[in-house]
Structure formats: structure tokens, C-alpha cells
């Protein structure tokens, strides 16, 4: 049997620091299986989220080797296991204790966007039509398991901790998601501009980097929204059709 | 006397899976005011991890499909001991729910004239499930999710419920810590809906995550609630067996709806060789035929690979156990093989089935269209639980509701792939809307902070005893009993041993230790969830004695013909006035003519 150690944080909102634990390996062993064993065996309040343990649930959140990744996604043999491997909280998120953040803002901000709006049904019986060509673009958004990993990696939120002016780039995804939705008939524009500060995006594409789901965060819901801004309020060609169509 | 933090609300709604954010939905559309409480962060229940679709007799792929077929699809694989006015309302109400998601932003996949696209599942005669690739529970629970936090609902995450308040015959609310801070908040409510899932974490191997400790289902009985059919547990046929670490974890029916094939190490399609009477005239009979009917070709039947899942997991058992599975004791299901029919069939595959093309690959070092993938059965899923009225959900105690799996009565003996999810919609709202009506029509309760003093009291005794053990070792301990005594073949003299495991571990949870302190502590949570977890391990193994015979998920090797005497009960289970589980044999009441005319007229 082999063996591995994991660096592994420990501490509340008042503090912490590194533990090592030395635990078993077996083949096809994910970060978060180690951490269950320590749980376990070695510290029975060690604490963690998780739940499905396949990367659909988006909960196990957390940075391995000081790199943003889902714990049951990330395996023994994808890391070099002669070093201790260091598992920490996410950085942008208040600590709570261990291995678990205060992620309450993000549910905080989605009630911020305003919810899906559609035009009136195609069909009597009270149906849509859509295309699957149509809803393509939008149900790569809707992949997003709500990891927040994105969020936790991008410098507005970790480094300059704008939140009260910044939504980050799961809710620009979100966004994007509904403004590009096949039915949907609001408008989110001038929120993104106003309140959302899509302006403080400057298209690192950190956030890309990091999605488990492979969400073309950037490319796909980012730079669109902002050429959706730029249009709205920034085109003098437009203002002045928009002045003269009003007269008219 | 403590004086706890008091919430009050017309109704307390507990679980936020798709049965609990439905039904929280409906209450508040009634205009009551609704508190919603759950385990996790909101949007990770196990609804997340539905992959094959949404079962709703829509007709948008074949129009000969409608409620009647369902119905009866539904009462056939749950071997008819289903609560047939539950088959019925569910059957008929589930397109307009899947609709209705539709209207709140969900985008399932699309048929060329721009429908809801449905695809093939065991047991289901015609394509019938709505789906967005391998992801539809997901693509569910975040439309209920970002559709509910907009109806006003008090929502507590990371909040577990230890006990249900009494006022008299009536529910009252509920007590329950924050796994944060480890505070003790109370509940104050008319009306209480359970919407707690499932019982997976009693077995060893199981595609469920560390809440399904089957907290709903030990609640209302404990609070005087009947519990139903708690024998048949479904073991789904295909989970992933290798590498370890992964065990367990779930590989979509999709795969097989899509064409997928199981075979032996002998490289032999099993499935033909063990049709069962009942399914005979509606399954294939050599492989072409099977693959032209998963292509839509409406003149073919479903190959065998798509038999209900009790009877495609006992077959997979067979073949292990007489020598032919795979190198890590499982079989091979094979979707690469389309190559042979179809062009692009890679891009074919990951388009269709993303997730597990995504899971394999990742966690197994396995290209799905490339080789076949290892599977064997995992505990997904009970279909018993908590005994309901088929109309409003309401369990024997007063303004006591529950929906969803932790509820009884739709699946019967095995429940069909796709029929959850249209369960959790259909029976969500209607718990929710008539607990709302409950509150409305009902006087306020009355909370016994005694009740709750007790309940605070036992809770924190772990943290004083100075001796004892760990709570992470007896729940192991109790998952491998139960999967090797209570799993997929179940012979007496073995049940017996481990109702007398279960005793002895019961013994030593009561004096279980945990270290640390009250502030998100999970080796505190996994001690206060042995109680649940012991309560309805019990449950599940008197009844699966009790029942001499072999029907839908529950298989007897001592007993292995159906017994028809069987056929005419349901297995019901409540607490003695002494605190002893009491088992009892209730007639299931006949069907109506008009129903049982369908289930005729379908054969």
C-alpha cells in the first residue's frame, strides 16, 4: 500500500493553519476520497462539503495545490504525491471552518437578476417552439453547477473584493443565459452596466480557465454581454437613430 | 428552559430537491407563507444528479403515447402493488408539470419541429422522457431553484431537521441545528411537507451523497406516520465498479436508450437470454430489432437491455456470480459499437450523453466511444416510505405531508427510470398546495418546547460521554451489513443476522463520541443521522422477511416465484405503543373498473 500526505487547512474565521495527514492510496483516488479518509480516521471534524461526488453537484469547492478545483474531480495520479499535496479553502470566500466557505453572497446576488420573462406561448395548447439549434448557446450556460469556482478565481472578487459593485463571472453567465434565452423578453442591460459592473471585467479569462464544466465563460457570455452594453450606451450611431426614431 | 429561536410560518417545507422546491413553489402560490429548510446549499440535492429525463406521456416523438399507456407502463413495472390513484394523477398530470418547467426557463432538448424532444427508457413503451442530454435533473432543480427564489420563500441552508414537534394528533413544526454554528432553531408551523429523498447511505455501494440518510422517512415515523413498502430498494443496474473510489457512482439508463448494449466477458448479450413472461411481447427478439427500435423505428420492440431495472440488475448478478463479468466484478456496457451503424458516432455520443462521456473519462481513464465501460448494480433509490393519501400526500398524521422519494406508494415494487423526476413535480406540487390548504382551514398549533428540550438534549450527549467510538466506524459498519445481508438477493437466515447486527449497532450509536465542537462538525452530523439511518434499516429488513416472495426490487432466493397472496398487500410499518416497530398487511384496494379496464386494454 502506498501511502500520500495532504497539507490540509485548518481553522474558523478567526484563523488557522496548515495540518499534515498521511493516509492510504488506492487506484482512481480523488482528493475528496482522501480528505474522507482522514475524516474517518484521523479527524472526525474535519469539515468539508460535498455530495455527489461526480462533479455534478458543484460543492466540493475548494484549492488544491493553491489551484481553484472540484475535490471529487481532482485525481491522486494528476498530482505529484512526493510533496505533501496542500488543500485549502477557497480565498475570495469569509472562511467558516476547514475546508468550508461562506459562499451566502452568491445566493445574495442571484436574486438580484431579474428572473426569466417569456413572450406569450407559441401554441394554444400554451407551448413554445424552439429550435435545438437555437437553445444550444444557452444550455452550455446552463451546464454550470454553480461551483463558484469562477467566482473565487477572478481578481475583482479575490483581490480587489468589489461585491457590492461586481456580480462575477457565474452571474454574467447566468445573465447571459437568460438574455440569450429563446423566450425571454426582459431586458438586463442597463443593469449589467449600472449595477453589475461588467465593466470591472477585464477579460483575463481566469474564470474559463477553472470551469469543471468547460463553460466558455469569457468568450461565450462575457464579451457578448459587454458588446450588448457598448451597443445600448455607447453607439453614437445608435443614439442618434434612437433621437431621431423618437421624433418620428 | 431554553429559549430557542422561533420562526413561524403557515408551512415548513423540508428538503429542497425537485419534491421540495415544488412543493414549497405550490404553498406559496396558494398565498401562505413557507419556510424552506435543507441540508445543503440550495441546488445540490440528488435531483442534480438525475441524468436520463423527466417521464410525461407528451407525444412528441411517437403521438400513440398518452396517460393511459403510462399508467399502465407505470402499474406493470411496479407489479401492480402500486397506489393505483398515484399511477393515475401521475400519469396524467406530469406533461402539464414538464410544461410548466418550460414556462419557468427550463430548455430541454428540442424534436425537429421544435418540440420537447423524449427519449426511450426501460419500461416505458413508447419514447417518453423529456431531457437535456444527460443532465436533466440538473437542468430541473436550478429551473425550480431560480424560479422559487422568487416566490418569497424563507429559505435555511445547511439546516438539518432532528425531530417533529406534536401538538396533540397534529405536527407542529419542527427542531433543527445549523450545521454552521451548530445553533438550534425551532420550526413553528401548521403544516409540515417532507421532501427528504432517499435511504442510500444505508448500503455500502450507492449512488447516493452522505444526506440520503433517510432523515424523512425516520422523522414521520417517529412522529407516528406509517411507513410503506420499505422492502423494495432499487438497485440500479448500472453503476460504475471500477476504480474503487468511484464504486457506485451512477451510469445513466440513457446510455442503453441510446443504443447501448450489456454484455458478459464472453462477449455474449446476456439480456436476450432471460426475457421475463410479462415483457415478452414487448421486447425484441435479436439485436437488430433493438437497435432499430433506440432509432426510433416504430415497428420494432425495445431490446432487453431496456427491462426494468430490478430484473436488468438481478441478470447482472447472475452473470458475475456464475463467472462471466468483467476483470472488477461487473459486466460491459458497450456504446461504442454504434460506430458499426451510424456516422460521427463519437460526436454522436458526446453530444448526447456529455456527462458520462465527461466522468468516464476523467475519473476512469475510460473513452466511452472507444471501449465499453464496467458496470454493476448500485442502491439508488427506495420506493418505499412514507404512507400517503394518492390525492393530497397527507400521511396519517395531521397536517403531516410528504412527497417525492421519501414517500410510498407510486413506484410499488420497482419504479421505472424517468417516473422520479415526474414524481417529485406532480406529487411536489400537490403536497405543497394542499398543506397550504391544510394551514389555511386549521387553527394555529401549539409548540411543547419540551418536545424540543428532549430533542436538544439527545443531540448534544455525544459531545459528554468521556468513552465510546467514532460515529464514521458503526456507520460503516451498518452499510456493510445491509448490503451483505438486505442487498439485491435477500435469503432469510442472512436477514436475520442482520436484524441482530442492527440491534448490537444500535447499542453502540447510543453510546457514539464525537470530538471537536458544535460549529460545522461532521462527525457530529454523522452521529445524530445514525438514529434515522438505523431506524429504517430496521424497517427495510422486517419487511423484506416478511415478504415470502420475489417481486420488482426485492428478490428472495428462498422464495424466488411471485406470490399472488402478495400481490394483494402492502407491507406497512408503524411505531408501537410500546416503541416497538409494528408490521402489519394491508389490503390494497381494488382498482376502479375504468382503470382496470386500461391496464386490460394495454395487455
Known amino acids: ?248 | 428552559m431554553p429559549d430557542y429561536e422561533t420562526l413561524t410560518h403557515d408551512v415548513l417545507v423540508i428538503g429542497a430537491g425537485g419534491a421540495g422546491l415544488r412543493a414549497a413553489i405550490a404553498a406559496a402560490a396558494e398565498g401562505v407563507s413557507v419556510a424552506l429548510v435543507c441540508k445543503s446549499l440550495l441546488g445540490k440535492a440528488h435531483t442534480v444528479m438525475a441524468e436520463g429525463g423527466v417521464a410525461a406521456a407528451l407525444a412528441n416523438v411517437d403521438d400513440r403515447d398518452n396517460w393511459r399507456v403510462h399508467f399502465s407502463d407505470t402499474m406493470r413495472g411496479g407489479q401492480y402493488l402500486n397506489n393505483w390513484r398515484m399511477a393515475e394523477l401521475h400519469a396524467k398530470e406530469a406533461p402539464d408539470r414538464v410544461r410548466e418547467l418550460e414556462a419557468w426557463g427550463a430548455l430541454f432538448d428540442r424534436t425537429p419541429d421544435g418540440r420537447i424532444l423524449q427519449r426511450n427508457f426501460g419500461g416505458h413503451k413508447y419514447p417518453r422522457l423529456a431531457h437535456v442530454g444527460d443532465r436533466t435533473g440538473l437542468e430541473m432543480i436550478r429551473t425550480l431553484q431560480d424560479h422559487g427564489i422568487h416566490q418569497g420563500i424563507d429559505v435555511h441552508m445547511e439546516y438539518t431537521v432532528l425531530t417533529l414537534l406534536k401538538d396533540g394528533d397534529r405536527v407542529a413544526g419542527a427542531l433543527a441545528y445549523d450545521r454552521e454554528r451548530g445553533r438550534f432553531k425551532l420550526f413553528h408551523s401548521r403544516a409540515v411537507v417532507l421532501a427528504t429523498g432517499g435511504i442510500g447511505r444505508a448500503f455500502k455501494i450507492t449512488s447516493n451523497s452522505w444526506e440520503y440518510t433517510g432523515d424523512g422517512q425516520a422523522l414521520a415515523y417517529d412522529a407516528g406516520a406509517a411507513l410503506q413498502d420499505m422492502e423494495f430498494v432499487q438497485f440500479h443496474p448500472t453503476g460504475m465498479v471500477w476504480p474503487p473510489s468511484v464504486r457506485g457512482i451512477l451510469v445513466t439508463e440513457g446510455v442503453r436508450g441510446e443504443g447501448g448494449v450489456l454484455k458478459n466477458a464472453e462477449g455474449r448479450r446476456f439480456m436476450f437470454d432471460d426475457v421475463p413472461e410479462n415483457y415478452r411481447a414487448q421486447t425484441a427478439t435479436d439485436p437488430d430489432e433493438g437497435w432499430r427500435y433506440t432509432q426510433g423505428d416504430k415497428s420494432a420492440r425495445r431490446p432487453p437491455e431496456l427491462l426494468t431495472r430490478d430484473h436488468v440488475a438481478r441478470a447482472i448478478v447472475r452473470e458475475v456470480r456464475e463467472g462471466r463479468g468483467s476483470p472488477h466484478g461487473g459486466v460491459f456496457l458497450d456504446i461504442a459499437w454504434i460506430k458499426d451503424r451510424i456516422p460521427h458516432a463519437a460526436e454522436h455520443i458526446k453530444k448526447k450523453l456529455p456527462s458520462m462521456y465527461h466522468q468516464f473519462k476523467t475519473l476512469a481513464d475510460i473513452d466511452i466511444t472507444k471501449e465499453p465501460m464496467e458496470v454493476g448494480p448500485t442502491t439508488h433509490y427506495v420506493m418505499g416510505g412514507i404512507r400517503v393519501d394518492g390525492d393530497t400526500q397527507m400521511t396519517n398524521v395531521a397536517g403531516l405531508f410528504a412527497a417525492g422519494e421519501c414517500a410510498a406508494g407510486l413506484h410499488g415494487a420497482n419504479r421505472l427510470g424517468g417516473n422520479s423526476l415526474s414524481d417529485l413535480l406532480v406529487f411536489g406540487k400537490r403536497a405543497g398546495e394542499y398543506a397550504a390548504r391544510f394551514a389555511r382551514a386549521n387553527s394555529d398549533t401549539r409548540v411543547d418546547v419540551a418536545q424540543a428540550t428532549r430533542a436538544e438534549r439527545r443531540a448534544l450527549e455525544p459531545f459528554e460521554r468521556k468513552a465510546g467510538e467514532g460515529p464514521y466506524q458503526i456507520q460503516q459498519a451498518l452499510q456493510n451489513v445491509m448490503q451483505e445481508n438486505v442487498g439485491i438477493v435477500r435469503r432469510e437466515a442472512e436477514m436475520l443476522r442482520a436484524l441482530a447486527e442492527i440491534d448490537a449497532l444500535s447499542a453502540r450509536a447510543a453510546n457514539v463520541t464525537v470530538t471537536g465542537n458544535r460549529e460545522y462538525n461532521p462527525g457530529w452530523h454523522t452521529a445524530l443521522d445514525l438514529g434515522n439511518l438505523l431506524t429504517i434499516s430496521r424497517a427495510i429488513t422486517i419487511t423484506a422477511i416478511e415478504r415470502k416472495e420475489s417481486r420488482g426490487g426485492h428478490f428472495r432466493d428462498d422464495y424466488p416465484n411471485k406470490d399472488p397472496e402478495f400481490g394483494k398487500v402492502n407491507l406497512v410499518i408503524q411505531a408501537g405503543p410500546d416503541g416497538s416497530m409494528v408490521l402489519s398487511r394491508v389490503p390494497i384496494p381494488p382498482m376502479p373498473p375504468e382503470l382496470a379496464a386500461v391496464i386490460k386494454e394495454m395487455g
Open chain 1, 1 to 248: 500500500m502506498s501511502e500520500a500526505t495532504f497539507k490540509v487547512w485548518r481553522g474558523d474565521a478567526q484563523g488557522g493553519a496548515f495540518q499534515s495527514y498521511t493516509t492510504e492510496t488506492s487506484p482512481g483516488m480523488v482528493v475528496l476520497d482522501a480528505i474522507h479518509q482522514i475524516q474517518a480516521d484521523q479527524a472526525n471534524d474535519l469539515a468539508v462539503r460535498w455530495n455527489c461526488k461526480a462533479g455534478k453537484c458543484g460543492s466540493c469547492s475548494a484549492e488544491v495545490n493553491g489551484k481553484p478545483r472540484l475535490l471529487c474531480m481532482t485525481r491522486l495520479s494528476d498530482l505529484d504525491l512526493t510533496t505533501p499535496v496542500t488543500v485549502e479553502p477557497m480565498r475570495a470566500f469569509p472562511r467558516i471552518k476547514d475546508l468550508v466557505t461562506d459562499v451566502s453572497w452568491n445566493f445574495e446576488v442571484k436574486k438580484r437578476i431579474k428572473e426569466f420573462t417569456p413572450r406569450p406561448p407559441d401554441a394554444p395548447d400554451g407551448t413554445w417552439r424552439m429550435q435545438q439549434s437555437d437553445v444550444e448557446r444557452v444550455q452550455e450556460f446552463r451546464k454550470c453547477i454553480e461551483c463558484y469556482l469562477c467566482q473565487d478565481v477572478c481578481h475583482v472578487i479575490r483581490e480587489h473584493h468589489e461585491e457590492k459593485e461586481f456580480i462575477g463571472p457565474r452571474f454574467f453567465v447566468h445573465t447571459a443565459a437568460l438574455e440569450m434565452h429563446p423566450l425571454d423578453v426582459a431586458d438586463r442591460v442597463p443593469d449589467l452596466k449600472r449595477e453589475f459592473g461588467i465593466g470591472y471585467c477585464n477579460i483575463t479569462k481566469c474564470c474559463t480557465a477553472v470551469c469543471p464544466e468547460g463553460i466558455t465563460i469569457t468568450d461565450n457570455a462575457i464579451i457578448p454581454l459587454k458588446e450588448r452594453v457598448v451597443d445600448a450606451f455607447y453607439d453614437p450611431l445608435g443614439r442618434l437613430v434612437k433621437i431621431f426614431s423618437r421624433r418620428a
